[in-house]
């Protein structure tokens, strides 16, 4: 007889398919001292006599036991994740002996140092052959110098130049370094700057920019060269120029303390000589001296009579235009000035001028003539 499926489920539920392994955890609570830990229940397979039976079931047929062969086992796991890992089947393999793991650590040391004393030697190698090359480099007659080129040379004799240098035929090239040539060469008063090249195998190059003396500045009993750029590089010296504008008038020991009060001054005087080149009198009225008063004013000394010309302060421009013309009108007069005044704080436009006087024609006594000689008409 067939039971239907209905039939079945009156009776009771048919036995479903255990699977391989069910786990089921539960939380208990932990003991103070102690780490929080779960109860793991692990059910075992069921062997094949205990699996239901597929296909059509008698009703004489009645449900398949409980198998008492069944085993259950309970343990307990703990909640961290590395303890949990430590379960599992993989961490109840046997360690690996302790010969293997010395093994490989005294291998591991072994090769370490191999490799430090691989980079060692590379490093001893290096600089040995770095050293022989240097050494033939610095011997080898290939590298002499054999050519020196000088350029922007105008003052200066070559021979100072090289001395000043430190370079001569046949030193060898790498003997000189270009930075240190170039400084030696700009300790040098007359030279404002330097460029050094050096080429291969063996000419080294010198271009210099010597300096302008513009001023001679009086300090005391000494006398001081000044460049355009109003430095004071050197003390005047034989066979140095002194054709040049003198200054004047300046207490030496504050020229040496105030070193802002000195940038100025110098600044204001190297713009008045651009001015007087501006106003067109530089060649007409050359300056003899400047001369540099207690307030700071500027007092001048032009032409070959040194006719004064006092100016003040800056700006001297307009002030020096002014001079133009009254020169102008004086020139078309016949006539000379011995002093103008252009310092007038309060009136800039008034100018003061005093007239060099003439000197009174001398008569000479003229000889008496001789008989027979004719008299002068």
């Known amino acids: 007889m067939v039971r239907r499926r209905s039939d079945l489920e009156e009776e009771g539920p048919l036995r479903a398919k255990p699977r391989n ?41 009645p449900p398949a036991p409980k198998s008492s062969n069944r085993r259950v086992e309970r343990t307990s796991v703990p909640d961290e994740p590395a303890d949990a890992l430590a379960a599992t089947p993989l961490a109840s393999l046997p360690p690996p002996p302790r010969g293997g793991q010395r ?21 001893a190698g290096a600089i040995a052959v770095g050293r022989l090359t240097r050494d033939y480099v610095r011997t080898s ?38 930075e240190d040539v170039r400084a030696r060469l700009e300790r040098h008063p007359w030279i404002a700057s330097a460029e050094v090249e050096r080429r291969l195998p063996g000419t080294f190059r010198l271009r210099i920019v010597e300096r302008t003396p513009s001023l001679v500045l009086a300090l005391g009993p000494s006398l001081y060269l000044v460049d355009e750029s109003g430095s004071v590089f050197k003390e005047v010296a034989p066979g140095d120029p002194v054709d040049l504008p003198i200054v004047s008038g300046i207490e030496r020991d504050r020229f040496l303390r105030e070193r802002a009060w000195r940038t100025a001054l110098l600044s204001e005087i190297d713009v ?10 530089w060649r007409r009225e050359p300056i003899a001296e400047i001369h540099v008063e207690a307030d700071d004013g500027l007092v001048l000394h032009v032409g070959e009579d040194a006719m004064e010309v006092r100016l003040g302060r800056a ?38 001028v005093r007239l060099r006087e003439e000197p009174e024609p001398v008569v000479e006594a003229m000889p008496e003539a001789s008989a027979g000689e004719p008299t002068p008409g």
């Open 103 to 123: 093994f490989v650590r005294a291998r591991r040391i072994v090769l370490g140092t191999l490799k430090l004393v691989a980079v060692l030697a590379g490093i």
């Open 315 to 352: 700006p001297f421009l307009p002030k020096l235009r002014k001079l133009r013309r009254v020169l102008d009108r004086l020139q078309a007069e016949s006539s000379r000035a011995l002093y103008v005044h252009l310092d007038n704080v309060r009136r800039p436009d008034r100018v003061v």
């Open 21 to 61: 392994v069910r786990v089921r955890a539960r939380e208990e609570e932990a003991p103070v001292d102690e780490r929080p830990r779960r109860k793991v229940e692990v059910r075992t397979r069921p062997s094949p006599e205990e699996r239901p039976r597929r296909g059509k079931t008698s009703e004489s047929e």
């Open 141 to 178: 007659p290939a590298f002499a110098i054999a050519t020196i080129e000088l350029e922007g040379r105008a003052r200066l004799e070559e021979s100072e130049v090289l001395r000043a240098a430190g370079v001569s035929v046949g030193t060898n090239v790498f003997e000189l370094a270009p």
């Open 272 to 281: 008045l000589l651009d001015d007087w080149r501006a106003a067109g009198l």
